[in-house]
Structure formats: structure tokens, C-alpha cells
């Protein structure tokens, strides 16, 4: 059985930086694609960034030069990390797998 467990989100202030941690079980871990998604309040969940079982990344628009994904395989842990955050980064931040497979999602607010 698969599980992704999220952590490292908080309240912070604009231009903070936050590291979020996913730990993968149940699973091969260094053969699966990892992704990074969030959903602010009242808006549809959105993809934030991803990376291949080969270390390739890749981000949206509104998080590249901000936000960088990566992977410890030995850990089974992908990270996020997010340097000066913005108010409109706030939202649930939520790991997925290849499968199909989703965390619980991290709760982050950048607020002055």
C-alpha cells in the first residue's frame, strides 16, 4: 500500500523561505515520477512542479526561479523547497506519485 506523507508547512512572512518534505512507502520509490501540486482556498488544485525518476524538473510559471523540487532516493523523500514566498502562495500543498497516488497535503500561508 502506497502512502505519501507531507510535512514542513507553516505561516510565514513574504520573501521567508519553507522546505516540504514527502516521504514515500509501499512503494519502489526511485523508479516513480514525483510531482508537487497545491490548492488555494476556493481554486482548483494546480500543479507546482515535477521531477523524473532521472533528476529532470520541471515548474509552472508562477513558482520557476522561487521554488525548487528534488529528490533523495535513498530517503524515498522528494522535497520542495520555496524561497521568497509570496501571499499567493498560500495553500494546501499536496505530494503525488505515478499511480495516481496523493499525500495529505501541508498547510502553507505566507502572511505578513
Known amino acids: 500500500q502506497v502512502q505519501l506523507v507531507e510535512s514542513g508547512g507553516g505561516l510565514v512572512q513574504p520573501g521567508w523561505s519553507l522546505r516540504l518534505s514527502c516521504v514515500s512507502s509501499?512503494?519502489?520509490?526511485?523508479?516513480?515520477?514525483m510531482g508537487w501540486f497545491r490548492q488555494a482556498p476556493g481554486k482548483e488544485r494546480e500543479w507546482v512542479a515535477g521531477?523524473?525518476?532521472?533528476?529532470?524538473?520541471s515548474y509552472a510559471d508562477s513558482v520557476k526561479g522561487r521554488f525548487t523540487i528534488s529528490r533523495d532516493n535513498a530517503k524515498n523523500t522528494v522535497y520542495l523547497q520555496m524561497n521568497m514566498l509570496k501571499p499567493e502562495d498560500t495553500a494546501v500543498y499536496y505530494c503525488?506519485?505515478?499511480?495516481?497516488?496523493w499525500g495529505q497535503g501541508t498547510q502553507v500561508t505566507v502572511s505578513s
Open positions: 503525488k506519485q505515478t499511480g495516481g497516488y
Open positions: 509501499g512503494s519502489i520509490f526511485s523508479i516513480k515520477g
Open positions: 521531477i523524473t525518476t532521472d533528476g529532470l524538473t
